[in-house]
């Protein structure tokens, strides 16, 4: 199980674009964010008007598929950012050094090569439900209020995308410690023990006192 992680940052060209990469994944974790917001007051306004006047939100289950992307995909590149993804440690706890990082770069590489996969399989799955010559250019839409469908479908792939672009960042983090044998790389999730977690939490209890 994936424990507290913190990364470095440097003046180097590769933390440069680990920060500028972060304000983009902020963003779209924002954007997750909101929709799960959203989902609870479609909710309050559906379950209200069903108890107030019969008429709960028409299409509800519509918009709740529509969002599920959008809380679903968005934040998944923020969160391995930060290595906040679940992953077993009990093998890589127990290596240090080089090993530790060719073993954290061999498994990004593969993460890497299913989220390749994943972009083109989720590309191909919303190219054939976009039409630019069907109304609304659609050629699939929802079941009970007729939503275009494609848009739900195209964050797949870009989301993805994005998490592609972590990872590059990650396996270039990765393979620069194992070459140069760094003891601390930026632009890579750092995980700390729980001694480590527990004064890291008590410094930030203390500055914000």
Request: proline share 4%; aromatic share 10%.
């Amino acid at each position: 199980m994936a424990g507290h992680a913190t990364v470095l940052e440097d003046g180097s060209l590769l933390s440069r674009l680990d920060r500028q990469l972060l304000r983009l994944e902020r963003f779209l974790a924002l954007l997750s964010g909101i929709a799960v917001f959203g989902l609870m007051v479609l909710a309050v306004v559906s379950v209200s008007g069903r108890n107030a006047i019969n008429a709960p939100l028409p299409g509800y289950v519509d918009w709740i598929e529509q969002a599920m992307p959008l809380i679903a995909f968005l934040g998944i590149s923020y969160v391995q950012r930060d290595g906040g993804h679940i992953r077993m440690d009990i093998v890589i706890a127990r290596l240090h050094g080089r090993a530790m990082w060719l073993f954290e770069l061999i498994s990004v590489v593969l993460i890497l090569v299913l989220m390749l996969a994943l972009v083109w399989g989720s590309w191909s799955h919303f190219d054939r439900s976009f039409d630019f010559g069907a109304p609304m250019w659609s050629r699939d839409s929802s079941i009970d209020i007729g939503i275009p469908i494609w848009p739900a479908k195209l964050l797949a792939p870009v989301a993805f995308s994005v998490l592609c672009l972590r990872l590059c960042l990650q396996i270039w983090g990765y393979g620069r410690a194992f070459l140069l044998g760094l003891e601390s790389p930026v632009a890579v999730p750092l995980i700390q023990d729980a001694a480590a977690q527990a004064a890291a939490e008590a410094e930030q209890f203390e500055r914000q006192g």
